[in-house]
């Protein structure tokens, strides 16, 4: 093998030990037989500009963005993709042949991804969604929904003007909610996305009652520490269909794959009990 063909990523965050990356990227290199590897780049933000600047010297094909980094690369990379901007974050950044950074996400790429793969035969044009929470994740996830043809996006926020400012970013049929009304937002919706803290190991526990919440409505969460949150077990018990958020973080991997190498590496069983017992053991 020449020194060239050996492929380098990196996910670059602060912290970032704690990342699941690695480990699925690292069993694609093996499944595929491509030679390289996938490394933790530990990265204070001030670090960020000259860190990115320094991926073509080293020959590094691309790199994974996380917390803190996905804004302010933004304003480093030679070329922000028109959805990233949108949405407002890099996760994923490709070196291209001369030399210079293209930025793009994949988020929402990953949250259809695990969405369409759990719930065969889900659509987002068959009624209203419901989505909690107005960060990176919600943009992401509000982004999905509207390119996959969501009539209506019950927009329900804590901070009101946090959700006016990404209707407006995104565009699409978004209606603000307040953090009040969340119970009767779930009345008649079809999809529902908690993209808040809220039932995160060690985050207070999201207190929402589902009573007003058709049997046939999806519900997921972003959240995937615990794999299960409280919301997915009390969605389950009473019959709808329940998809945690480990899957957007899986399937946000082969479309990075398809930009870095024109590859699209599968998210097997296999990878997916690899990534659910690291998270168990708490590894
Ligand atoms: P990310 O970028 O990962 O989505 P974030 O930007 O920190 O994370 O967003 C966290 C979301 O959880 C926000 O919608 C936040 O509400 P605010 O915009 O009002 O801050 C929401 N959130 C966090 N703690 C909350 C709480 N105790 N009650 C209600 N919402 C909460």
């Not at 990523?9 to 030679?35: A, C, D, K």
């Not at 080293?58 to 959805?83: R, S, Y």
């Not at 969604?129 to 926020?157: K, Y």
């Amino acid at each position: 093998m020449s020194d060239q063909r050996y492929h380098l990523i990196g996910v670059m965050g602060w912290p970032v030990m704690h990342s699941r990356s690695p480990m699925m990227h690292n069993y694609w290199f093996e499944q595929t037989g491509l030679p390289g590897r996938y490394v933790f780049l530990p990265l204070e933000p001030e670090r960020l500009p000259e860190a990115l600047r320094a991926l073509p010297a080293l020959n590094f094909a691309g790199a994974n963005l996380t917390i803190p980094h996905k804004l302010q690369a933004m304003d480093i990379v030679d070329e922000v993709d028109e959805v990233a901007r949108k949405i407002g974050a890099i996760s994923c950044v490709v070196v291209r042949d001369d030399g210079s950074l293209w930025g793009a996400n994949n988020d929402w790429r990953g949250f259809l991804g695990n969405l369409k793969g759990s719930v065969p035969g889900w659509q987002a044009g068959e009624g209203p969604a419901t989505v909690l929470g107005a960060g990176g994740g919600s943009r992401a996830v509000c982004h999905a929904l509207i390119s996959e043809g969501a009539p209506e996006i019950r927009l329900v926020n804590r901070t009101g003007e946090r959700a006016d400012q990404l209707a407006a970013d995104l565009g699409g049929p978004i209606t603000v909610l307040p953090w009040e009304v969340r119970d009767d937002a779930l009345d008649g919706a079809t999809t529902v996305v908690n993209t808040t803290s809220l039932g995160m190991v060690g985050q207070p526990e999201l207190d929402i009652g589902l009573e007003a919440l058709g049997r046939e409505a999806v519900v997921a969460d972003i959240i995937y520490t615990p794999l299960e949150t409280d919301l997915l077990a009390r969605a389950k018990a009473r019959g709808n269909r329940a998809v945690g958020g480990l899957g957007m973080l899986l399937h946000q991997g082969p479309p990075a794959w398809n930009l870095w190498f024109g590859l699209s590496p599968t998210v097997t069983p296999e990878l997916r009990a690899m990534m659910e017992a690291s998270i168990w053991g708490g590894g």
